[in-house]
């Protein structure tokens, strides 16, 4: 494998995305669409050949324009569930104002709990773009909901002498979870192919950037969590927009703890 070499963890799901075809036993291809749809909330992309293309087009609608407005999201997800129509719930409700508009029967294609999940990806440096690998709790239980997030990559905070990149936990719903969330300065172009992974243990989460702990939170939710690989799109009034946006990404890996 590239980078780090996961001492004490066996493969559990891996994703190197060389069928024509994304992988409907790992991933769903919409973006939390319990508060808009699933057609409105459909991933656009390409797969194939050893690589994930994610994309957000010109002509893409936004996801949710009532409670997000104009932003665009291309995202895949591992699970997904909601309550009836009308309810709030739902996994990561996201504005105090959203109710279910599309019910979700429950699905849960891949929701670990402890091990490691690695990404191998290239962030984009498009200002109004952010790439994302996420983990939330499946939230059968309103307070299972707190947020890890392996990285979080803005285009505008990507340079070819280096990049700022979001990594931590957060709440939500969660009592028993601090905010412990920061963009930490990394020495690589994060155009280019690199590894980013966290280490999910019962006391404490480790964050890596090739292979090398760049931060760690000394807390850790303790229920299942599933995979969200998203590509945002931020409103932008300048003439000098970029399409499509784009978010590269050679693999996902998730390793369990060996025994």
Aim: hydrophobic share 35%.
């Amino acid at each position: 494998m590239t980078g780090h070499r996961w001492d004490g963890y066996l493969l559990d799901r891996e994703d190197t995305f060389e069928d024509a075809e994304l992988d409907g036993g790992l991933w769903l291809p919409h973006y939390l669409p319990q508060w808009s749809s699933r057609e409105a909330a459909a991933a656009r992309y390409d797969v194939g050949g050893g690589r994930l293309r994610l994309r957000v087009d010109a002509d893409q609608p936004p996801w949710c324009p009532e409670l997000d407005g104009d932003v665009k999201v291309s995202s895949l997800q591992t699970g997904v569930f909601s309550g009836p129509v009308g309810s709030t719930v739902g996994q990561h409700r996201f504005h105090p104002d959203a109710v279910v508009t599309e019910h979700q029967e429950e699905r849960r294609l891949h929701t670990p709990q402890y091990g490691v999940v690695e990404l191998r990806c290239r962030a984009t440096d498009d200002p109004q773009a952010m790439v994302a690998l996420w983990m939330i709790g499946f939230e059968d239980a309103p307070e299972r909901s707190a947020e890890i997030c392996v990285c979080e990559i803005f285009g505008n905070e990507v340079g070819p002498g280096g990049a700022r990149v979001g990594m931590g936990v957060h709440p939500f719903g969660d009592p028993g979870v601090d905010d412990d969330f920061e963009k930490v300065a990394v020495d690589v172009d994060a155009t280019q192919p690199h590894d980013y992974a966290a280490e999910w243990t019962p006391t404490h989460v480790a964050f890596f950037v090739d292979g090398t702990e760049v931060k760690r939170v000394d807390q850790s939710p303790a229920y299942p969590m599933q995979l969200m690989l998203s590509l945002y799109a931020f409103p932008s009034e300048g003439p000098d927009e970029r399409w499509p946006k784009e978010f590269v990404v050679d693999h996902v890996r998730t390793y369990r703890p060996a025994g």
